[in-house]
């Protein structure tokens, strides 16, 4: 490996809506936004494609509705909106910082997105655009996790960065098990079999199936998007 050199031409980052919280209790703190977008121009200007698929956490998620009393389908509808809430603050984020963005939302929502058309997205790429996939599928009872993996296999991004607020995939819970160890790596198999909390297990499987690695670090830790661009050692590498 070559040192400042990326790993990868083009990647595929997976930002949970949590990300876009900092301090808040609830909802968007846009100076949290910029400072991820800083981080992702510097991963931008290596020449790497980036996509990103947004969450909706931050703002609702299906199953807090659904243990309300909500209906499954109409709980999703209300997350997938909230992801393309997050995303529109992210675009507008990120052209703060100069990026040029296209916000995909695979939800039609045609005043603020575009539909998801595989080969417009790949000229945006080209074009050195960022891509910021909102709205999942578009379909209930699946997660923008899974969703991440089917546009990064769709797009061929050769990785998937999964940024989260813990450094990697752990033994078990290190908040509730002292000696709880770590994993530099570890195989699809051994995080099914052990049902490790890395994603859910739609998308794992689909990462397995089609050998899709994934890179799961801490998004809090300033540079730790590059690190991973770079092939340097961070986090948790599923493969
Ligand atoms: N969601 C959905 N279909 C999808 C992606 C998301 O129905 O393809 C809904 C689901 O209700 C989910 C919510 O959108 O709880 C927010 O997404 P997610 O929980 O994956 O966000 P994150 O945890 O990454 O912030």
Do not use: W
């Not at 939800?107 to 655009?129: G, M, S």
């Not at 199936?209 to 300033?222: E, R, S």
């Not at 690190?227 to 493969?239: D, F, H, I, Y």
């Amino acid at each position: 490996m070559d040192e400042g050199k990326p790993a990868y031409k083009r990647v595929l980052l997976k930002l949970s809506g949590e990300a876009l919280l900092g301090e808040l209790p609830y909802g968007i703190d846009f100076k949290r936004a910029l400072a991820i977008s800083r981080e992702i121009k510097q991963v931008h200007e290596l020449g790497v494609d980036v996509a990103i698929m947004i969450g909706g956490g931050n703002i609702f998620r299906g199953s807090r509705g659904v243990a309300e009393g909500m209906d499954r389908v109409a709980a999703d509808h209300i997350g997938l909106l909230s992801t393309v809430i997050n995303g529109l603050a992210l675009q507008d984020a990120l052209e703060k910082e100069g990026i040029n963005t296209r916000l995909i939302s695979a939800l039609e929502i045609r005043a603020v997105a575009e539909p998801f058309i595989r080969r417009r997205v790949l000229r945006h790429l080209e074009k050195r655009r960022v891509i910021i996939f909102t709205a999942g599928l578009g379909s209930p009872y699946f997660t923008t996790d899974t969703a991440a993996v089917l546009r990064a296999l769709e797009i061929k991004a050769e990785v998937i960065l999964k940024a989260t607020k813990v450094d990697g995939v752990y033994s078990a819970d290190p908040m509730v098990e002292a000696g709880a160890t770590r994993f530099d790596s570890i195989k699809f198999l051994e995080v099914i079999q052990q049902e490790l909390k890395v994603m859910d297990s739609t998308a794992i499987t689909l990462c397995k199936d089609n050998n899709l690695p994934i890179i799961i670090f801490n998004l809090n830790v300033p540079g730790n998007i590059k690190k991973a661009v770079l092939g340097e050692k961070v986090g948790t590498r599923v493969s």
